[in-house]
């Protein structure tokens, strides 16, 4: 079962920025589809950014502007560029990455954000 390795998570002050990334534990063939996902304390799983097929992008409107989702397809691996943090960005992310075969999660990384 394919696992997926996140890092880059932290401890970060406010307006300060952090980068993320995802990789699969082994290559997966046509990747359609890489996100990541945000889940606060008390809060639902909701979608930060994406990147499908052909580079198609999108964004939470909390994070538009701020937030910058990318990938290399060589490695198989997605990044999310977090610039001008806030106290609100605090939470678990998640990535995702699916195929017509694989929908797999990463285990999640802490993100916090505080003065």
């Known amino acids: 079962q394919v696992r997926l390795v996140e890092s880059g998570g932290g401890l970060v002050h406010p307006g300060g920025s952090l980068r993320l990334s995802c990789a699969p534990s082994e290559s997966i063939l046509s990747i359609n589809y890489m996100g990541w996902y945000r889940q606060a304390p008390g809060m639902e799983r909701e979608l930060v950014a994406s990147?499908?097929?052909?580079?198609?992008?999108n964004y939470a409107d909390s994070v538009k502007g701020r937030f910058t989702i990318s990938r290399d397809n060589a490695k198989n691996t997605v990044y999310l560029q977090m610039n001008s943090l806030k106290p609100e960005d605090t939470a678990v992310y998640y990535c995702n990455v699916r195929s017509r075969y694989v929908n797999a999660w990463g285990q999640g990384t802490q993100v916090t954000v505080s003065s």
């Open positions: 990147i499908a097929s052909y580079a198609v992008t």
